[in-house]
């Protein structure tokens, strides 16, 4: 068996793509891109094709209600307080402030703009 991390892709489901890029952008700092309409209303996040890092895309989906969910993927940050800060200001929720997980840092728990959870992991 391989110890490789198997995560390589995720989908966060929302309602609106404008209003979801607009908090992801502001609390993350990045620039998201859409895809070609042909895969329906989608915008990816950033990610070096040749690195080891994973990545993923917002989803507008016509039918879709907010709620919380028992997913929470894991955002790397170097420090979690950065982003915790720009939550409520872009729309958000602080559901668990920074918090420490011992040797392995500290982890933020949040809910987008659309009842989506999302965690924060950084190392300080």
Not at 77 to 106: H, Q, W, Y
Request: glycine share 8%; charged share 25%; aromatic share 12%.
């Amino acid at each position: 068996m391989k110890n490789v991390n198997p995560v390589n892709w995720f989908d966060i489901n929302v309602s609106n793509l404008n209003n979801a890029k607009e908090f992801y952008e502001t609390v993350f700092n990045i620039k998201l891109v859409d895809f070609p309409i042909e895969f329906g209303k989608q915008s990816g996040f950033p990610f070096d094709p040749k690195g080891l890092n994973i990545t993923g895309a917002l989803v507008e989906k016509e039918d879709f209600v907010p709620n919380s969910n028992n997913t929470i993927i894991y955002f790397e940050s170097l420090d979690c307080t950065t982003e915790e800060n720009l939550v409520e200001k872009a729309g958000g929720k602080i559901i668990r402030p920074k918090m420490s997980i011992g040797e392995f840092g500290f982890v933020s728990i949040l809910m987008d703009i659309d009842g989506n959870t999302i965690g924060l992991h950084s190392r300080k």
